[in-house]
């Protein structure tokens, strides 16, 4: 059951629903909290001199960011129980689109198995609160049989300004709509994240990609193991040898309406779950590979979401699938593998499967002629160890890799950029082949495989590699609009690139 959200513009205190949800600032130094904007009608039915505060702060609420209280109303509004939920302090006129969108995430979460939740975060930034509130309410329940688990919030009436009119102005009507399809995209790289790579494998992977794009309206190629070997894509035949589910290569294309403003190549990694292959790794954490697959999804959910909201930008997905699996037919350590396009790569490491898939996935999206190139993975360990678990290194052409990141960081899923110092490039010879997958050294891994990637990537090309290592999977407790599991990052740095090009070039 998908969580549905509406809008409207009824008074807060009127709105017939189970919960109704306001924002809470948290004051500086000692200084109480404060109602954030939007909840003046609710504070004038409890009282003109500040009772509805005064109760929460009683029932412990201090406004600290995601932090949620509930107050029984008694009558005072339609709602039975008001509920407020920490926005942080403001530092400015009001609250950043992060702060609403990890709050309204905060009690999506909080208010899960309510069947009717009014939020007033909506008149703070509509866009924001939407987006939070149902990334928020997202659950993966497909594989529940006992009903255990909570269901999502079942409909959320996010309550616009009155000054808006009956059902608010045009342009909120739009900036919700577009977040509704954003927030939608997000989910659909999580579905697929989240399930298991026992069904999740690069045939039934291909299918599902295949179903959405045809839904969309895209155009859809899709390469079985015997194309790939009469392709010569040596790479994604070479991770996927080892398993006795066959690789494949998709390729989505929204070919961006009657007047593209520019044609965008995106590539993703999807390995739908990494042993490691001979250089296999540690038992502990291996079951966190079933999100090996999560550029891949990101790619896929992004270039549907841009045939369904019609953006003037040709986009193009090229999807390297595989598994990576040890057994009497896995490529090894030693072997020599031609990639797509002729370059030859010496295996040091059969963990270092992304970059072998994403070398020929790179090759041919170039050859489209784009005018931007940006993949995306789940690169290296080596991300996380640089930047956390929730902090995306990017790497590339300084330019679009610092646009990326500026996007990154503007949409609330934080990226960093990263150089690519020259100096690492002579470890990745190879004594034998063009070059080597990995290098000798320990230092500097997301760096060198940025790298051996750009090896592949036409000299006058824009591009840059979104490693997600880190922030696409959450193996922790749950936070603001993100809870366990696939996150979908980086589904909405990409859209804002995409919106950015369509509308500056």
């Known amino acids: 059951m998908a969580t549905e959200l509406r809008t409207s513009t009824v008074s807060a205190a009127e709105v017939d629903a189970d919960a109704v949800v306001v924002g809470l600032l948290q004051g500086s130094g000692d200084a109480g909290p404060t109602l954030a904007p939007g909840a003046e009608e609710i504070a004038a039915a409890f009282g003109a001199n500040g009772e509805l505060v ?7 609420a201090t406004g600290k960011a995601e932090e949620v209280v509930r107050l029984t109303s008694r009558g005072a509004v339609a709602a039975p129980l008001v509920v407020s939920v920490g926005l942080g302090r403001v530092s400015g006129d009001a609250p950043g689109a992060e702060q609403v969108r990890r709050a309204a995430g905060a009690a999506s979460r909080a208010l899960s198995g309510t069947a009717r939740v009014a939020s007033t975060l909506g008149r703070i930034d509509a866009t924001a609160a939407t987006e939070g509130s149902l990334l928020g309410a997202y659950t993966f329940r497909e594989y529940r049989s006992n009903g255990d688990a909570k269901p999502p919030v079942g409909t959320i009436e996010l309550l616009l300004p009155s000054s808006d009119g009956a059902d608010g102005d045009t342009a909120a009507q739009d900036a919700v709509t577009t977040a509704v399809a954003v927030a939608g995209a997000v989910t659909t790289a999580r579905d697929l994240i989240n399930t298991p790579p026992n069904d999740l494998y690069p045939a039934s992977f291909a299918e599902r990609a295949k179903v959405l794009g045809e839904a969309a309206g895209l155009t859809v190629e899709v390469l079985d193991d015997t194309a790939l070997a009469e392709g010569g894509y040596g790479g994604v035949l070479g991770v996927g040898q080892g398993s006795s589910r066959k690789p494949r290569l998709v390729r ?7 007047a593209p403003r520019a044609k965008v190549a995106l590539v993703g990694k999807g390995i739908t779950f990494d042993t490691g292959g001979i250089s296999i790794k540690p038992a502990a954490g291996m079951d966190h590979m079933t999100s090996d697959m999560s550029g891949a999804a990101a790619v896929v959910a992004t270039t549907v979401l841009a045939a369904t909201l019609n953006l003037p930008v040709a986009v193009t997905a090229t999807v390297p699938m595989a598994e990576n699996m040890p057994s009497d037919t896995a490529y090894r350590p030693g072997d020599v593998l031609r990639m797509y396009g002729g370059k030859t790569v010496e295996v040091l490491n059969t963990d270092a499967e992304g970059r072998l898939v994403l070398a020929d996935a790179i090759v041919r999206a170039a050859e489209d002629d784009p005018d931007y ?10 991300q996380m160890v640089a930047l956390g678990t929730r902090t995306a290194g990017i790497m590339g052409t300084d330019d679009l890799r610092d646009r990326i990141a500026a996007h990154a960081r503007a949409v609330g ?3 960093w950029a990263m150089p690519l110092p020259e100096h690492l490039r002579p470890e990745l010879d190879s004594r034998v082949a063009d070059l080597a997958n990995v290098t000798g050294a320990r230092w500097g891994g997301m760096l060198a495989a940025g790298i051996f990637l750009g090896e592949f990537v036409p000299a006058d090309l824009p591009w840059a590699h979104i490693d997600i290592a880190g922030p696409s999977f959450n193996t922790g407790g749950a936070w603001g609009y993100t809870g366990k599991g696939g996150t979908g990052v980086p589904v909405r740095t990409l859209w804002a690139l995409l919106g950015d090009i369509a509308e500056n070039g």
Request: net charge negative; no cysteine; proline share 0%.
């Open 54 to 60: 005064a109760e929460l702060v009683l029932l412990g």
């Open 252 to 258: 989505l294309v929204w070919a961006g309406g009657d």
């Open 373 to 382: 190139l940006v993949e995306t993975s789940t690169l290296t360990g080596a």
């Open 413 to 415: 899923e934080d990226g």
